[in-house]
């Protein structure tokens, strides 16, 4: 097999870096805008089925040229940029992967299209090609787990899904995250933009749209994590489930309150519109990113000493709860999942990088793609086969472990 990968950051590096330890994949393509960004990457990873070159993810006509004789496109560049890229696969006759989606895909979700109507799909289909959308940590396992468990129901009523974390710094007292600074690991204006956005819910077979932060609850996380308040957050599960999860009255999903950004968005940091200051005219949300350190590309460049470190000070925790019938009987099943960059020493043995939680199950979406006859036209991650999925992702020695319980009634 061979693949394309459009990005060369942080996930998409550490998804070349897997994909290079697999058998089944032969020659493995990294460009990005800047050629010089894929070659520091392939030297990092230091093997002869990597190579690279230059890509412009918003030309169709450039992504084709590079995707030229290749199975599979990663598409690892800004969820806007999907349609490009796509468009790119399908001009090379190239199947396609990506881990988020947003425009035209959420509105379109919204206005009650199917998948077969949703853009491109039909262009997929009638080449004869699958494009797998969501196919990472979250959207990607939260749907891969959430199909395991609505596979053993009769029927399903609700899905909820839930992600905290928590950052232990030592000798800090129970308050003194006030005065922390705040560094989302990612764009910030990005986060900020997220955090500040309204976001829908299904109830009752309906999008129902919050404000921001809205439907604050406690939830209660296994420790070190804890209990957390969780807000509704815009997230593509919430759109694309209600149409692959047949039946499905209630769906949400919900992140832990980044109080830092919560503030912001109270005091009106949040806003793209230019204010006037003097004689500047500034968007108050740019103000707020530029004071917030970039994220650091640190894909390979971590020590076994901070990577363990790492392990002991920073937690992550995903819920995946769905609830329906079986036998005429309620049931509701729950996956506990903590981080899954952990441990981080024997990962970067294993993989090259410990930044996995994405990337791992990006790489495993590629392989299936690359050897399994799937439908054509758009599929979603929980429209795989999930023991299968899990299979795959267990088998190359990952050492990760998550914790299913059952409730009757």
């Given amino acids: 097999m061979k693949v394309l990968i459009v990005g060369a950051g942080g996930q998409g590096g550490a998804c070349a870096s897997i994909l290079a330890r697999q058998e089944s994949v032969e020659e493995i393509r990294i460009v990005d805008l800047k050629e010089e960004t894929a070659k520091a990457v392939a030297d990092k990873i230091g093997n002869a089925k990597v190579k690279t070159g230059s890509v412009n993810a918003t030309d169709p006509d450039d992504v084709a040229r ?14 806007w940029m999907a349609t490009y890229v796509m468009k790119g696969a399908l001009k090379a006759k190239a199947n396609y992967i990506n881990t988020a989606f947003d425009d035209p895909y959420w ?21 004869g090609l699958t494009a797998l959308f969501g196919c990472g940590f979250a959207p990607g396992m939260t749907n891969v787990l959430a199909r395991k468990f609505a596979n053993k129901l009769d ?7 839930r992600v905290g974390k928590a950052n232990l710094v030592p000798g800090e007292g129970p308050y003194d995250w006030v005065l922390r600074p705040w560094n989302p690991g990612w764009s910030p204006k990005q986060a900020l933009v997220d955090c500040a956005s309204p976001t829908y819910a299904l109830e ?5 749209k919050y404000p921001p932060f809205g439907g604050i609850e406690m939830c209660d996380f296994p420790e070190p994590v804890g209990t957390l308040p969780v807000t509704h957050h815009s997230h593509e599960e919430i759109y694309s489930m ?11 999903f919900k992140y832990y309150m980044m109080y830092q950004p919560a503030i912001f968005y109270a005091s009106g940091l949040c806003s793209q519109e230019k204010i006037k200051v003097g004689d500047v005219e500034v968007a108050p949300i740019d103000v707020v990113a530029s004071m917030v350190p970039p ?25 995946v709860e769905v609830s329906g019938e079986k036998d005429g009987k309620k049931v509701t099943y729950k996956a506990n999942c903590p981080k899954m960059n952990a441990p981080g020493p024997e990962l970067k043995k294993l993989f090259g990088t410990a930044l996995v939680y994405v990337a791992l199950p990006l790489a ?8 399994t006859e799937l439908k054509k036209g758009i599929v979603f991650s929980d429209e795989l086969d999930p023991d299968d999925f899990l299979k795959r992702m267990m088998d190359t020695g990952y050492p990760y472990k998550w914790k299913e319980s059952v409730i009757e009634g």
């Fill in 107 to 127: 509105d379109e979700f919204l206005e009650g299209k199917s998948i077969d109507e949703l853009t491109l799909c039909k262009e997929f289909k009638e080449a």
């Fill in 155 to 161: 029927s399903v009523e609700s899905i909820k899904m």
């Fill in 66 to 79: 590079a995707a030229e004789g290749v199975d599979v496109v990663v598409d690892m560049v800004m969820p």
């Fill in 242 to 252: 209600p149409a692959t999860f047949k039946g499905v009255k209630d769906l949400d």
């Fill in 204 to 208: 009752d077979g309906k999008y129902v």
């Fill in 364 to 371: 495993i979406g590629t392989t299936i793609l690359g050897d």
């Fill in 295 to 319: 994220p650091q590309n640190n894909i390979f460049g971590a020590t076994d000493e901070e990577l363990a470190e790492a392990d002991k000070r920073a937690f992550i925790e995903l819920i």
